[in-house]
C-alpha cells in the first residue's frame, strides 16, 4: 500500500517521461482496494498512475477487499468480485480514458473446502463475465517472516487439489503464489493438472527479508535452477515483475534517499528477467506492475520505461508478447 511518506519519496523527483509509447501494454496484474480503515486504490487512482504509458487494458488481481465482511468467505470473495466489475463498468464507459481497467478479473477461493469450492467458482463466475480465475496462496517459509496460516506443502494437500480440480472442467486460470523455494512444489502440481492454465506471480518470489536478508545473491543461484524447472510445465505461463515489495524481496530501493531511476532498475534487475524470459521465452511471460504494492519502489512509469530499455534487443514480436500478445491470449481478453 502508499503511505503518505511514499507518495511524497516518489514526488521528491521529476517524474520520467513515457518512453515508446507506441507499444500497447496490457497490464496483467495490479490491484485495487477501499477497506474498511479507509485505506485505498480504486479507479482514479490507477488511472493517474497509468496516464501516458499506452496502457489498453489491466487484469486486476484478489487483494481482499473484504466486502460483505459479516457473511462467509464465499460471500466475501463474491463480493470483491461485484466490486471490481462495476469498476470494469465504469472505465469501459469511456469517461476514464481509454484503458480499460480490470478487462480481466482474478478471484479469490479456498481450495481447501476441495471439491465443495465448485459452487463458490459458479458464482464468482455469474458476478462476472470478466472473471478468469483466482488465485490461493500457499506461501509458506521456515522461519517465517509473516504471520500466515498456510502450511507446509499445501499444495499437495489431497483437500486442496481436490478443489484444484475443479478449476480446470470451468476453464479458469490458477494464480500461483508461493515463494522461491517451493518452486518444486508448483512442479508437481502443474505436472498433476496438465490442462491447467497456471500462471506464476511475481516471477517465483525471490526472498530478501528475514532470515533472507542481505543474501540476494545466495538466493539468486537457488532461484536460477528453480525456474528453469518450472519452465518444463507447458501449462505454466509467467509475470515478470512484482520484486519492488520492500517487505518482501528485499531490494532495498524504498531506502534510498530519493526513487530510482529506469536505468537504476534495468542495472539490478536485469539478471533476475533475463533468466525467467531465456527459460519461458516471451510467448510465456508477460510484464507485470504489480501496482500498488511495487509503488513502493518506483512511479508507474519508471517501471514500464525500464521493461522497455530491458528488451531493446528483442525483435518487435518479442516485445509484443511479453507487453501485450501473452496476457491477451492467457486471460482471454477482447481486443483494445
Known amino acids: ?23 500497447p501494454i496490457i497490464d496483467p496484474h495490479h490491484h485495487l482496494y477501499h477497506r474498511p480503515d479507509g485505506i485505498k486504490y480504486v479507479l482514479e487512482d490507477i488511472v493517474a ?24 468467505e464465499d460471500f466475501k470473495v463474491v463480493g470483491e468480485v461485484e466490486w471490481v466489475n462495476g469498476i470494469a463498468a465504469a472505465s469501459a464507459s469511456g469517461r476514464y480514458g481509454d484503458t480499460r481497467i480490470a478487462a480481466g478479473i482474478v478471484g479469490h477461493a479456498n481450495l481447501l473446502l476441495g471439491e465443495n469450492v465448485g459452487p463458490v467458482l459458479d458464482a464468482l463466475m455469474a458476478a462476472s463475465p470478466r472473471f478468469r480465475g483466482i488465485r490461493h496462496s500457499v506461501g509458506w517459509t521456515d522461519p517465517p517472516f509473516r504471520p500466515t496460516t ?13 478443489g484444484f480440480a475443479e478449476l480446470g472442467p470451468r476453464a479458469l486460470s490458477y494464480e500461483a503464489w508461493l515463494y522461491y523455494n517451493q518452486l518444486h512444489d508448483l512442479v508437481e502440481l502443474a505436472e498433476a493438472f496438465p490442462d491447467t492454465s497456471i500462471i506464476l506471480n511475481h516471477i517465483g518470489g525471490p526472498l530478501g527479508v528475514g532470515a533472507w536478508e542481505g543474501k540476494l545473491d545466495e538466493v539468486f543461484e537457488a532461484w536460477k535452477p528453480a525456474i528453469a524447472e518450472v519452465a518444463t510445465c507447458q501449462n505454466v505461463t509467467v509475470k515478470v515483475g512484482g520484486i519492488g515489495m520492500g517487505y518482501l524481496n528485499g531490494f532495498g530501493w524504498e531506502k534510498r534517499p530519493t526513487p530510482p531511476s529506469s536505468d537504476d532498475m534495468v542495472n539490478v534487475n536485469r539478471r533476475w528477467f533475463e533468466h525467467v524470459i531465456e527459460c519461458f521465452g516471451p510467448d510465456r511471460c508477460m510484464f507485470e506492475s504489480n501496482f500498488p504494492p511495487d509503488k513502493a519502489s518506483s512511479s508507474y512509469t519508471v517501471l514500464w520505461n525500464h521493461f522497455k530499455k530491458l528488451t531493446k534487443a528483442f525483435t518487435p514480436d518479442e516485445r509484443a508478447a511479453l507487453f501485450h500478445d501473452t496476457a491477451r491470449r492467457v486471460y482471454r481478453l477482447p481486443l483494445h
Open 1 to 23: 500500500m502508499v503511505t503518505p511518506a511514499t507518495a511524497d519519496w516518489l514526488a521528491s523527483v521529476p517524474d520520467e517521461e513515457p518512453i515508446e509509447t507506441d507499444i
Open 150 to 162: 498456510n502450511t507446509q506443502h499445501m499444495a499437495f494437500d489431497k483437500t486442496y487439489r481436490a
Open 49 to 72: 498512475d497509468v496516464e501516458g504509458n499506452n496502457i489498453r487494458q489491466t487484469v486486476f488481481v484478489q487483494a481482499g477487499a473484504m466486502l460483505r465482511a459479516d457473511g462467509p
